[in-house]
């Protein structure tokens, strides 16, 4: 069975079924290329309307269903992941232009998702608690109703069904907008799987769209919770409109994440870890090592081998070769790179490699000699490049780490843990890693930042996804009716 028969979605929504787009098409594009790859539909607010009408509606019944049905429509789910990742990994390569590695690393969390989604089901969802009248007195988390699930082109996969699954593994409905640019494998191969795994109909619906389909979602009465993951930028504005509905915004945004180098690192494998974290997925991830902060003992070496990595690392179209970079998501998102390197080496920043780009493929790039206002350190860039900047003292290590308004991931590498621990508790982040880069993600482990990195840990791991897609209840039982004075 081919999972993604253009045949069956083409230029259509998955909505109950597929279903035309009142909002017409959209081209899906190679950005290595440049060519068409498929057309898909786009979804207007009538569509959105039609969506979460429809899931108001189905969810009643869901949410009734029990448990070990739903948990075995998100096993079957995580099995079709598996079965199809080649198929779906193609995708991610061709449009999302993601090495296979990192592919498949996407395939792997969506099953992965799923299997836990399935577990969740079955988790205990309340408490009793102690009341001072005679009455059985309890606490239990119920279905939210409509979550709707906004998600970005960067890691399309892992972005979306990190709420789609525990969304409906709790009894909702959801109603997804992934990225136009990426629509196929972050949001029409999550309808297939679901499809194909015996999802009822009615509870899951794919609206690719823009700005106007995300705000109207937003607005949606029947939607109670909206999940987004996106830039700062666009996360106020959800985060306000949520906040005008009286309903819940989980929002996992932009970073600028540190990676502190103590004096007592393994230098080869730092500048190993310094690298990864800066080019994978060319820097379009939002927990990407956005500033190297490395002690002043090695910087010039770290400099210098991190740009003698940057210069042999291959550059292309990883459909065609082997590759350690893709190419850029598409012209607006180069240009601002470029702008921002251009901007550093103009503010006295050295160009220790990279720094150009051909089409869409931008080199891996090392700025030395930066300061906390050179733009390339200062703003987030999702880019592939790695500010470095020296630092002194552990204390001065730690105000550097904290001179942001982002909260997302830090990495720490020294041979002393007990003292990179210590530093980390200075500094705020929602995600630290000890001896490791700053990006990295499991579905067992809740996800999230904290200042202008978002709402906190609101993904992953059981703990964080109940509170994300239910609702609080307190109910009470008594024998007999209470007598009152009146």
């Not at 310094?274 to 002690?295: N, Y």
């Not at 770290?302 to 740009?307: C, S």
């Not at 550059?315 to 180069?334: C, F, H, N, S, T």
Request: some cysteine; glycine content about 10%; overall charge negative.
């Amino acid at each position: 069975m081919t999972l993604l028969d253009a045949g069956t979605w083409h230029g259509t929504l998955y909505s109950d079924g597929w279903v035309e787009a009142a909002g017409g098409t959209a081209a899906v594009r190679s950005p290595a290329t440049r060519d068409e790859i498929g057309v898909v539909g786009v979804a207007n607010a009538a569509d959105v309307a039609r969506a979460c009408a429809r899931g108001a509606e189905a969810q009643r019944a869901w949410a009734a269903t029990s448990y070990p049905e739903r948990a075995a429509v998100l096993r079957r789910a995580g099995q079709l992941w598996e079965q199809h990742a080649a198929e779906v990994g193609e995708w991610l390569v061709r449009e999302a232009g993601s090495i296979p590695p990192k592919a498949g690393v996407e395939t792997d969390t969506a099953a992965q998702e799923c299997y836990e989604a399935a577990a969740l089901a079955s988790r205990p969802l309340g408490e009793i608690i102690p009341s001072a009248q005679p009455r059985l007195s309890l606490v239990r988390r119920v279905p939210v109703g409509v979550v709707g699930v906004i998600a970005p082109f960067n890691f399309p996969l892992i972005l979306s069904i990190r709420s789609v699954a525990p969304a409906l593994a709790l009894g909702n409905a959801v109603v997804l907008k992934p990225d136009l640019r990426t629509a196929v494998c972050g949001g029409l191969a999550i309808a297939r799987v679901f499809e194909e795994a015996g999802l009822p109909d009615g509870l899951l619906h794919v609206l690719p769209g823009g700005v106007e389909t995300g705000e109207a979602l937003v607005a949606d009465p029947h939607v109670r919770v909206i999940s987004f993951t996106g830039s700062t930028a666009a996360g106020r504005k959800v985060g306000e409109a949520a906040a005008r509905h009286l309903k819940r915004a989980h929002l996992e945004l932009g970073g600028n994440s540190a990676l502190i180098v103590l004096d007592d690192a393994d230098l080869d494998l730092a500048v190993s870890a310094g690298a990864w974290g800066s080019f994978l997925h060319q820097g379009q991830i939002c927990m990407t090592t956005g500033r190297h902060l490395v002690h002043e003992s090695l910087t010039d070496r770290y400099v210098a081998a991190l740009a003698e990595k940057a210069d042999h690392l291959p550059v292309g179209d990883p459909a065609k070769e082997q590759v350690a970079l893709g190419p850029i998501i598409d012209e607006r998102q180069r240009d601002k790179i470029h702008s921002l390197v251009s901007a550093s080496v103009d503010a006295g920043a050295r160009l220790a490699a990279g720094g150009r780009y051909d089409g869409l493929f931008y080199r891996p790039t090392v700025l030395a000699d930066v300061t906390p206002t050179t733009p390339a350190y200062a703003q987030e860039v999702f880019g592939p490049v790695a500010p470095v900047l020296t630092f002194s003292d552990p204390d001065e290590a730690v105000a550097l780490a904290r001179d942001t308004e982002y909260g997302l991931s830090l990495g720490i590498l020294g041979r002393d843990v007990m003292r990179a621990m210590a530093l980390a508790d200075r500094i705020p982040s929602g995600i630290v890693h000890i001896n490791d880069q700053t990006v990295g993600d499991e579905a067992v482990a809740p996800f999230g930042g904290v200042g202008a990195s978002g709402t906190g840990s609101r993904f992953g791991g059981p703990a964080a996804n109940v509170e994300a897609f239910t609702e609080t209840q307190w109910l009470t039982v008594q024998g007999d009716i209470s007598r009152y004075p009146f």
